[in-house]
């Protein structure tokens, strides 16, 4: 199963690379990162922590970084410069002292023994673990989920807020309904916690289904929730009175990676998406989109794919668009995200023409 999992690539090194100890200079150090050669960290964990730090100081001179733009490029060079920072694995623990006890280590390189995971990927990896042990606290759910190695999952809640006001309020049918972009689960699980019969969910991300798996394993659910790994609809074919789709908020940059594919969309998601909703929509069903403008109060675009789908095609009509505003940006964020004050996520019903 783990051979089919999204998780980071084990490094393997054949070359003598540069070892790095609180004893190195720091100067030569980082010369050496921008000059694109990794180097290992051999003594302490918090060395590589201290190194991270040192690599933002040096970005922070270098580097403009309030407009979203621009915070987006000093994130792709933080991302380059700290991907070059690696920790050595050896059975499934990392090699340096007092370093986190991480269980995806065993869980995704179970056969494994010698290789090496950046220091970034290592931090996800550790967090990651945390989260899926003890559990997040949902507003909206009456458990904890425990999302699995990357998986998304919400850290505001304003948009699950609105789809459950939403589901309290709904008076159709609820023999089925469909999750299109599972992720953590949320919104099936709020489509349980609202007494639909059987929801039929999908996810492109192999880690979403074996998450959703192991979650309901040997539960009630497992007999009410259906899954399938594939694009948009995977292989269900049936229709259903309720579609939902959560789908990225953002329009997709070059180089992204396909542990972002629930942030940025590309330019065919959505035309292929309501394609294959409206085959697959009841007459007298709905079709919920939960979606954002944060693409355009930061300025990255001025389409908006739900409009487009509504003014371009004649599939669906709009019922309604609730909308909610989303909280600021605390003061203590330590980016300028001063279009947070005109976000607002949007619940967007539509139906058949």
């Not at 490029?73 to 499934?92: G, P, T, W």
């Not at 509504?310 to 300028?336: G, H, I, M, P, Q």
Request: proline share 5%; hydrophobic share 35%.
């Amino acid at each position: 199963m783990s051979t089919n999992l999204n998780k980071p690539k084990a490094i393997r090194i054949d070359e003598k690379l540069l070892l790095y100890s609180n004893e190195s200079d720091l100067a030569t150090t980082i010369e050496y990162l921008l000059g694109g050669k990794p180097l290992i960290i051999k003594g302490f964990y918090s060395e590589g922590l201290f190194l991270l730090k040192e690599i933002h100081k040096y970005l922070k001179l270098k580097r403009p970084n309030k407009t979203f733009k621009e915070q987006q490029s000093y994130r792709a060079e933080y991302f380059k410069l700290s991907n070059l920072i690696l920790l050595e694995v050896v059975n499934q623990k990392l090699l340096v002292k007092k370093a986190p006890s991480i269980g995806w280590l065993k869980k995704l390189y179970p056969e494994n023994n010698h290789f090496y995971l950046s220091f970034p990927q290592i931090q996800g990896m550790n967090s990651s673990w945390q989260w899926y042990e003890k559990g997040i606290k949902m507003p909206v759910l009456r458990n904890k989920i425990h999302p699995y190695y990357g998986i998304y999952f919400p850290t505001r809640f304003e948009h699950l807020i609105l789809f459950d006001n939403w589901l309290k309020r709904y008076s159709g049918a609820k023999k089925s309904a469909m999750d299109i972009g599972v992720g953590s689960g949320v919104l099936t699980l709020q489509l349980m916690k609202y007494n639909f019969q059987k929801v039929y969910a999908t996810d492109v991300n192999p880690n979403a289904i074996i998450g959703m798996k192991e979650f309901i394993a040997e539960t009630k659910l497992s007999r009410k929730i259906e899954l399938d790994c594939g694009h948009l609809f995977g292989k269900f074919e049936n229709k259903s009175e309720l579609i939902v789709f959560n789908p990225p908020w953002l329009p997709k940059k070059q180089d992204s990676n396909p542990m972002d594919q629930a942030i940025y969309y590309d330019q065919n998601l959505f035309t292929d998406f309501f394609s294959e909703a409206k085959k697959r929509l009841l007459p007298e069903g709905s079709l919920v989109v939960i979606f954002s403008n944060l693409a355009q109060v930061s300025n990255l675009t001025s389409k908006h794919p739900i409009e487009q789908e509504l003014s371009e095609f004649n599939r669906f009509k709009l019922e309604k668009c609730y909308k909610k505003s989303v909280k600021e940006a605390s003061n203590k964020t330590k980016r300028d995200q001063y279009w947070r004050g005109s976000e607002e996520v949007q619940l967007w019903v539509l139906k058949n023409k």
